[in-house]
């Protein structure tokens, strides 16, 4: 089995985000065992965080638009996760994967 990495919690500016507490409800979980393409996720209307797993392979994230591999807010790397804070404006992310065939989860809380 593979190590997992986590990060702290990052805002819209990539900055991180000090004292941030992952605990809560999760309200919303999405697993993709392959993508193929970019895969858009609607996030629910409560969600002030969520997080992505990159399992494997790494993913490319973007906020409000359809992810590719040219144009794209995050990276998170094969084996490891990242936590993100929800911009109010923002109701949609966007995932692809970076290699074929990658797999992801995606946690809202």
């Known amino acids: 089995m593979s190590q997992i990495a986590a990060t702290l919690p990052i805002d819209g500016n990539q900055k991180p985000v000090q004292n941030a507490n992952l605990v809560g409800t999760v309200l919303a979980k999405t ?10 996720i609607t996030l629910n209307a409560s969600t002030t965080s969520f997080e992505v797993l990159a399992i494997d ?53």
Do not use: C, H
Request: charged share 20%.
């Open 31 to 40: 697993y993709d065992a392959s993508l193929s393409s970019a895969s858009d």
């Open 57 to 109: 392979k790494p993913v490319f994230v973007r906020f409000a638009a359809t992810a590719s591999s040219t144009d794209f807010d995050a990276v998170v790397a094969a084996n490891q996760t990242k936590v993100f804070y929800r911009e109010p404006t923002v109701t949609v992310i966007s995932i692809i994967e970076a290699s074929a065939s990658a797999a992801v989860a995606v946690v809202e809380k």
